[in-house]
């Protein structure tokens, strides 16, 4: 089974949307079991080197992070907006595919002023199978890697 | 938009920011409400008249920065872009092993030489005129010097040993390559002391592996955060992760170490058991100090697995003015803070592993990287709470910060936690250098 474009693109939509509106419990279950979640600077990325800002290798790791964001994490007031572009859908193995696709976050302050937050690219494995498609790879290329202020929130 | 402040602000109906106050007189050392740094006043982190004495006499004056590390330049002609302040460096391996440092700015008219962060190369050419560096910044080419067909070009008298790039000073510690612009400056050893020589020993004790950077720009003032990792009070109460994993607490047996001029310290930590680890969260629910009751899935990600023969599980060294080195459970690295004018900086980070790491102390440590940097559990909140100490003392030209945990007066080491006391240390020896130093000063 290959998911079309347009099931892909729904279900980014559905990613940047749940995680933008904080609603992380439903964001999750775009997840699969063993999935891993991994924010990486595009400097170490060019180089090989395996360091990340996020690095969730396994889905406890994931929620400990979505968790902590909730209950333990102080952060800069604020919302965000993805902005996800349109994917390229590279290979297919088994029931799996590799997706890549550009993305901006945008967060507004308490007062209203927005900045560009982040930009980057997605590559990602997606499964497809009777429970849909799902993420089972999230690697985030941080091309903005210097990163404004600090990064609690999911890119 | 973005709301990056500048020194430069901007006049006119497009100004996001209003004025700052004017100070209409100089700084003396009467700024300091006492003489034991336990105030320090808000304009030392606004006033634009001190970020341009900081620059001149503590980054271009005999201090030593912390650049980069040898590993980062493992074979000949390696090279990195580093920064001392704001001046950009070059450090590079030169044929002999050697590592050999200039000022990555053109003897010529001023422009980046070597405009790449990293790469490999036998020279360094300046793309404006083509005039050609050797690694230890010394001029070996200029484009037509004679002229063509014997017109123009330089006087005979033009000397190329008089031209080439402004040298930089580099001494490696362990592996750890500290740079100064300065002449004068005193030896690394001496700069450091016997007592920070051995921590920085204790870390590089063997070979290491880079495992990447990590940067973050704060809108706030360097001085700032340079004293966050000083400042033991401030570790468990902002950064909840700690508290509530048991990863770092104010109640542990800890203390801080200085050097015989207090510029520099470790804070340090010993890992608890778990008898400890509950009288701990009795001592922080005494203080009606919020503890989120929560277990990790992943246990590992606070879990503190010792690899040598010790048991101090946190362990951060802070140089003077701007270099930190740290241990954080299983994270290590080392922090260069780059100011970017009076209301910006850069905290750059290199993380570091062992190269004798097993792949599960590998894995464990790019987990543990988690803890660490813009998005680390146990530092992101640092970069919320320097923006708005840095917003809200903007207009403050009178008064001035609360230093005292642990007691004023004498500035001394501590072996306990609750305590600032190397914030006060800092700001003993940055007011020698900045010579601003009030009349009956501790030291």
């Known amino acids: 089974m290959t998911p079309d474009l347009a099931t892909v693109c729904r279900l980014f939509a559905e990613y940047g949307l ?45 929620e400990d992070r979505i968790e902590t964001l909730r209950a333990v994490s102080k952060c800069n007031i604020h919302t965000d907006r993805h902005l996800i572009g349109i994917p390229r859908i590279s290979t297919e193995e088994n029931d799996e595919v590799l997706v890549e696709a550009p993305f901006s976050v945008y967060q507004t302050e308490q007062e209203g002023d927005t900045r560009l937050f982040a930009t980057g690219l997605y590559r990602d494995r997606l499964r497809l199978n009777g429970a849909g498609l799902k993420i089972r790879e999230k690697m985030v290329v941080l091309d903005t890697f210097a990163v404004p202020s600090l990064l609690a929130t999911p890119l | 938009m973005t709301t990056v402040l500048k020194t430069d602000r901007p006049a006119g109906p497009d100004a996001k920011l209003a004025p700052l106050p004017e100070w209409s007189e100089p700084v003396t050392s009467a700024v300091w409400p006492r003489n034991d740094y336990s105030r320090v006043p808000y304009r030392l982190y606004h006033d634009p008249s001190i970020y341009q004495i900081e620059l001149q006499k503590i980054f ?49 008219r001023g422009a980046i030489v070597r405009r790449e962060i990293a790469g490999n ?49 580099i001494a490696s510690v362990y592996g750890v390559l500290f740079a100064t612009l300065s002449d004068d400056a005193e030896s690394i050893e001496t700069y450091l002391g016997d007592k920070m020589y051995s921590y920085f020993k204790r870390i590089f004790d063997r070979p290491i592996t880079i495992l990447g950077y990590h940067r973050q720009r ?88 010792p690899d040598r023969d010790d048991d101090l599980s946190v362990a951060i060294l802070s140089v003077f003015p701007n270099s930190i080195v740290q241990q954080i459970g299983n994270s290590m690295a080392a922090r260069q803070v780059r100011p970017r004018g009076l209301d910006e900086f850069e905290i750059f980070q290199t993380i570091i592993g062992y190269q004798d790491d097993t792949p599960e102390m590998l894995a464990h440590r790019l987990r543990q990287t988690n803890l660490i940097g813009p998005a680390g559990l146990v530092s992101m909140e640092d970069g919320e709470a320097i923006e708005i100490a840095h917003r809200a003392s903007r207009c403050e030209w009178d008064t001035a910060e609360v230093v005292e945990l642990g007691g004023g007066g004498e500035i001394s080491e501590r072996d306990y936690r609750a305590n600032d006391v190397s914030v006060r240390g800092f700001w003993s020896y940055y007011a020698e250098v900045v010579g601003l130093e009030p009349a009956g000063a501790v030291r």
Request: glycine content about 10%; some cysteine; proline content about 4%.
């Open chain 1, 18 to 62: 749940l995680a933008d509106q904080g609603k992380y419990d439903e964001w999750l279950e775009l997840f699969t079991e063993d999935c891993s979640y991994k924010v990486i600077p595009k400097e170490n990325a060019d180089h090989g080197l395996p360091a990340g800002l996020i690095y969730c290798d396994s889905r406890a790791m994931l």
């Open chain 2, 60 to 108: 271009n004056g005999p201090v030593w920065c912390y650049v980069g590390l040898e590993a980062e330049v493992p074979k000949p002609g390696d090279f990195r872009a580093s920064y001392i302040g704001e001046t950009p460096i070059i450090f590079n391996r030169d044929e002999d092993g050697s590592i050999k440092g200039f000022v990555n700015r053109c003897a010529h």
């Open chain 2, 121 to 169: 190369a036998q020279t360094h050419t300046c793309i404006y005129h083509q005039w050609c560096f050797a690694r230890d910044g010394k001029l070996l080419g200029v484009p037509f010097r004679r002229g063509i067909k014997g017109k123009g070009g330089f006087e005979k008298n033009f000397d190329m040993a008089n031209h080439g790039l402004q040298k930089v000073h």
């Open chain 2, 218 to 305: 704060v809108r706030g003032n360097w001085k700032a955060y340079v004293c966050n990792p000083r400042d033991n009070y401030h570790a468990s109460l902002l950064h909840d992760f700690f508290g509530t994993f048991g990863l770092d607490r104010t109640s542990q047996v800890g203390g801080v170490t200085m050097d015989a001029r207090h510029r520099h310290c470790v804070t340090w930590g010993r890992a608890e058991d778990e008898a400890a680890h509950e009288a701990s969260r009795a001592t922080y629910a005494s203080e009606q100090v919020q503890s989120s009751d929560l277990t990790l899935r992943e246990p590992s990600l606070a879990q503190f697995l």
